[in-house]
């Protein structure tokens, strides 16, 4: 007891360690978080490639519908564009809070046009017979793609909730770059989610 | 004498006799009969899907893919973090060592919140910044 409180007794007298912080915390949480994320699409594109590969024969199936590379390549552009334009509105939040707006919009209606692209889409696959249980590539293709689109949504509620505050003159920097993060995984992955599962 | 009586001698365990010097044979009949059925003992449980060339590539690639990525992700963070402490370092001039706790009452001045929170005020009334610097620090 005499030893514990011996101790105690330093420890209080001891100058504890000053923290530093290299970056917000935000902005660290998110990072962890992509990371964990692209290990995540990793393992389901993993496994969508040893499908294919076993697949014997022509991929897709025959008899499923085959994916409408032409017309999800234009939403791979929209995507591609809204990452640039929130890069842009990052470089203009320098600036002031008001030149921030315009890009930032714009990314938001790039992400949301991808959104119901991608939904106008499935719509059109389901027509034709192409559902989670129709094939093992109907499964793969509803599971990647579906989880990718609710990121995507995710993605456009944290920009939204950011170009809320951007209007009110609130948001702060790291708040914007914490959801620019997610972002541009979001629009990241996409090009290797069209290369591995639509070409 | 004395070893080779102990060699056969009968041992009781449980309800079954043993004897001790005939031990390895057991364990030989065991290594036999693992020998001579591998085929039903695959190390993956999909490893009996690789029909082909393509399907060994597929999962060899997946495999390495799957290994490293981890590896750089993490590698990737703390180069990225080792980078800010360098470029905070020469930005600043202070050191990022673990240095004493302040006295009570005062503020760190290089909090990258507190500097933050002033150029949001400033972009948005470039008069006078009035809100407080926070700590950065519990």
């Keep these: ?199 | 004498v004395r070893l080779a009586a102990r060699a056969v001698t009968v041992r009781r365990i449980g309800a079954v006799r043993f004897a001790p010097g005939a031990r390895w044979l057991h364990s030989l009949a065991a290594a036999l009969v693992c020998w001579s059925v591998p085929a039903i003992a695959n190390a993956c449980p999909v490893c009996f899907a690789a029909k082909d060339e393509a399907n060994r590539v597929a999962f060899l690639a997946t495999t390495v893919f799957l290994t490293a990525a981890p590896i750089i992700l993490i590698g990737c963070f703390l180069s990225w973090a080792a980078r800010r402490v360098r470029a905070l370092e020469a930005e600043t001039g202070e050191s990022f060592e673990a240095t004493a706790e302040p006295a009570s009452g005062t503020l760190p001045t290089a909090s990258p919140i507190a500097a933050e929170r002033s150029e949001v005020v400033a972009l948005r009334s470039p008069v006078a910044p009035d809100v407080q610097p926070t700590r950065d620090t519990p």
Aim: glycine share 8%; hydrophobic share 50%.
């Design chain 1, 1 to 199: 007891m005499e030893a514990t409180g011996k101790i105690l007794h330093l420890s209080r007298k001891m100058p504890a360690a000053r923290r530093r912080q290299i970056a917000p915390n935000g902005v660290i949480g998110m990072l962890i978080f992509v990371i964990t994320e692209i290990m995540f699409f990793s393992g389901l594109i993993s496994a969508h490639t040893i499908v294919k590969s076993s697949a014997l024969g022509v991929w897709p199936p025959p008899g499923q519908p085959r994916l409408p590379i032409q017309e999800t390549l234009i939403n791979t552009v929209a995507l591609l564009v809204s990452g640039l334009l929130l890069q842009r509105s990052h470089v203009a939040y320098e600036k002031g809070l008001s030149s921030a707006r315009r890009p930032l919009l714009w990314t938001l209606l790039l992400g949301a046009f991808f959104v119901v692209f991608q939904g106008a889409e499935w719509a059109a696959l389901l027509r034709e017979g192409l559902t989670m249980t129709s094939s093992t590539h109907g499964g793969f293709f509803y599971l990647i793609i579906g989880i990718h689109a609710l990121h995507a949504i995710a993605g456009l509620l944290a920009l939204l909730w950011c170009y809320r505050r951007l209007v009110s003159g609130d948001l702060l920097k790291s708040q914007l770059l914490t959801v620019e993060i997610f972002w541009y995984f979001v629009v990241g992955l996409w090009p290797l989610l069209y290369w591995r599962v639509y070409l």
